[in-house]
């Protein structure tokens, strides 16, 4: 057909024009056979041409596909009307499966008469997949923008809503419909509009910011918001803008008693009387309050940085080292234990020396040590006080011992005024006579030398000894006023080698005190003894009678000022003895039953020299 003809109903297209489109053609005749299609159309379908020319367009197709398009032709057939586009699936030759749109047009002879069809076929598969892509997309979008749990708010270029998703209802407490339209200014103070307005020139530019600000509730409560705006793109230009919200009321509302929480705190630590510092993991001061200032002369600006201990409580000539010279603060932090110091000494800033008692606590941030907090008191005035108390309880201890020392200086001198008899009588037995005397004169000197040990004032040193010694020391110093009230005096030592670092005449104090109260419990003919013995890492020493006992609320009452059972008691012995055993980092207990007696233990941490 190379040339177009033209009937009353009928065109005929020439084949070059049929060639020349993309569309598939066909053309079938009124039984349904394929008489006539172009190029393009096997290309479509991946069928050649002898496949297609001559066959019933059935023997194609399933049937369900045959069906659909038999509705197709039947309704042209019989209407005489053309249709397009009726969409149609079809499985190609080379297997894929192809979604197609059909159009038909009936052809007629010179009469009018039907004679068959024509039309065109498109291969719609790739817009089919694209459309279906972008319903699926449409659809997540839509799921997202609707069961997002923040607000998600659509606004024009003129900032006015354009919608809205669900949360937003329930958040602001306006109906969305009702949102739609609204300026978003109307629900801003003018600060915040003013922050928004940047946030929505940026967004307009391409450009995401976060913000917050703060919004009314419907009801006219506070809601804090942290805002993200979002550029909206389409064909490579911003259309409008996504504002994304999310209430950080609670959030705020946490910040703000942070932030108050930490004013109090730095009042507190402002305002107490105790140094107060803080160190990091490396024990360098992260913080000094006033307090530590006026205590150490130090300005917070001088340590911060700087290793707190090595500054403030370096051991340094004249002053003992606690804890064998350790950094108990890095000792804290490494073990995350807190540590506790009694009988400390922290320098100031002019040189000068200070007692001190504090206490390192390891500052805890999800269950790491992060450093720690010092926590010092100037406890020099207490200290003088306390060893004045100590002082008058050693005073107190020697005159009651002065019954007993007395009768046994007053024997040896007695036999030394006999033998200066004898010798003016006997010259020539005098070189004789001497030796005994000195022997007497060493026994008086010895007992006199033990009576100052106990009276007076020792210098502040801690040294390795065993308790077996100081235990024999003291029960040899009691031993003559035992015999003179007829106490028996019984020495049980176990584990005699066994050492404690102690200050030696505080533990002589102390076991001198215990041993006369035992001895005071007791009648004549009664018994006290004196044990040792070693037991997980600690010396223990117990002194037990056979006196009348205490009932329950005297033992409870045991340690308190100023009371006591005796007549001629202080009340003070017992909480000096306390005292001291507390500063060795050691304890005293005890047990008694009317009747039965009491025992007394106290124990110290064994020394082992490395």
Not at 300 to 324: Q, T
Not at 473 to 493: F, H, N, P, Y
Request: aromatic fraction near 8%.
């Amino acid at each position: 057909m190379s040339t177009l003809l033209k009937s009353v109903r009928n065109v005929v297209f020439p084949q070059e024009i049929l060639e020349s489109i993309y569309d598939g053609y066909y053309e079938m005749d009124a039984s349904g056979h394929l008489v006539m299609l172009n190029s393009s159309l096997c290309e479509i379908l991946h069928m050649s041409e002898s496949e297609l020319i001559g066959t019933a367009y059935r023997s194609h197709l399933t049937f369900t596909q045959a069906k659909s398009l038999l509705t197709l032709w039947s309704f042209v057939w019989r209407t005489g009307c053309s249709r397009r586009a009726h969409e149609f699936s079809f499985r190609g030759g080379d297997g894929r499966e192809l979604t197609l749109e059909a159009s038909a047009t009936l052809i007629r002879n010179q009469f009018g008469e039907p004679t068959g069809m024509r039309g065109i076929i498109r291969n719609v598969t790739d817009r089919k997949m694209v459309e279906c892509a972008l319903r699926d997309s449409e659809r997540r979008y839509r799921s997202l923008f609707e069961q997002n749990s923040d607000v998600i708010v659509h606004i024009d270029l003129n900032g006015r809503i354009v919608d809205a998703n669900p949360t937003t209802e329930k958040f602001i407490g306006y109906d969305c419909e009702a949102l739609r339209g609204m300026p978003l200014e109307m629900f801003l103070t003018p600060q915040d509009s003013a922050r928004v307005r940047r946030g929505f020139f940026y967004a307009r530019t391409g450009v995401t910011k976060e913000f917050e600000i703060l919004l009314r509730h419907r009801t006219g409560r506070p809601l804090w918001v942290s805002v993200k705006t979002v550029p909206i793109r389409f064909a490579e230009k911003v259309v409008g803008v996504f504002a994304i919200c999310r209430d950080i009321t609670e959030k705020h509302a946490a910040v703000e008693a942070i932030k108050r929480l930490s004013v109090q705190n730095q009042s507190i630590l402002e305002s107490v009387a105790d140094g107060i510092c803080g160190v990091d993991l490396n024990g360098n001061t992260v913080f000094f309050n006033p307090a530590a200032e006026q205590i150490s002369g130090y300005c917070a600006g001088d340590l911060l940085g700087k290793n707190l201990y090595e500054c403030l409580g370096e051991p340094r000539s004249g002053i003992r080292a606690v804890h064998g010279g350790a950094n108990p603060v890095l000792e804290a932090i490494r073990s995350g234990q807190t540590r506790q110091v009694r009988d400390g000494y922290f320098w100031r800033k002019n040189g000068t020396s200070f007692c001190v008692e504090y206490v390192v606590s390891p500052i805890y941030e999800a269950e790491h040590v992060t450093g720690a907090v010092l926590v010092f008191r100037d406890v020099t005035a207490q200290r003088q006080s306390e060893e004045m108390l100590l002082h008058s309880e050693k005073l107190s201890v020697v005159g009651q011992l002065a019954a007993g020392i007395a009768h046994e200086i007053r024997n040896p001198l007695t036999a030394i005024k006999g033998f200066l008899q004898l010798a003016a009588r006997q010259p020539e037995y005098a070189a004789k006579y001497i030796d005994i005397m000195c022997t007497e004169v060493d026994r008086i000197s010895g007992i006199t030398n033990e009576l100052l040990a106990v009276a007076k004032p020792q210098l502040t040193e801690f040294r390795p000894v065993t308790m077996a010694s100081i235990a024999r020391r003291v029960c040899a110093l009691l031993k003559s006023e035992a015999l003179m009230q007829g106490i028996t005096l019984d020495l049980r030592l176990n584990d005699e080698g066994a050492q404690v670092l102690c200050e030696t005449d505080r533990i002589h104090q102390v076991l001198v005190n215990l041993l006369k109260n035992a001895m005071d419990a007791v009648a004549d003919g009664g018994r006290v003894e004196v044990a040792t013995w070693v037991a997980a890492g600690l010396v223990y020493l117990r002194v037990t009678d056979t006196g009348i006992g205490m009932d329950v609320e005297a033992l409870k009452r045991v340690g308190e000022p100023f009371y006591t059972t005796k007549s001629t008691g202080t009340g003070l012995g017992v909480m000096v003895c306390q005292r001291i055993m507390q500063s060795h980092g050691g304890c005293i207990t005890w047990d008694s039953k009317i009747g039965e007696g009491t025992s007394v233990t106290l124990y110290l941490p064994q020394y082992v020299d490395e």
